[in-house]
């Protein structure tokens, strides 16, 4: 049985004619609100996206002043994953932040 990594018996016409692909990316978005304190969303950005505090204060002033902040960008498994942990962690909180997720 011949190794299948070695490439000895693979049909390259059957390889070129399959296009690998990039998994799509997401944008992870967090969205301003009245009620949500602006230290509350720094922290977000700190324990969730891994920001460093100045990353995070930047983006937290994009949120306050142009309505939302890119938090990062991420495969669709990864960025559902940190919105519903956003959702969460503001809830168990009481505020009302809301993140969401848009294809590139």
Not at 63 to 76: M, R
């Amino acid at each position: 049985m011949s190794d299948p990594f070695t490439g000895d018996h693979l049909d390259s016409e059957l390889l070129d004619e399959r296009e690998i692909q990039e998994p799509r990316k997401y944008k992870v978005l967090l969205h301003n609100d009245d009620y949500t304190t602006m230290d509350f969303v720094v922290e977000v950005l700190v324990r969730v996206f891994k920001k460093n505090e100045d990353q995070a204060t930047a983006i937290m002033l994009s949120v306050h002043n142009q309505g939302y902040g890119i938090c990062g960008i991420y495969t669709a498994e990864v960025a559902e994953t940190k919105v519903d942990l956003v959702h969460r962690l503001a809830k168990s909180a009481g505020y009302p932040l809301k993140c969401s997720m848009e294809g590139e």
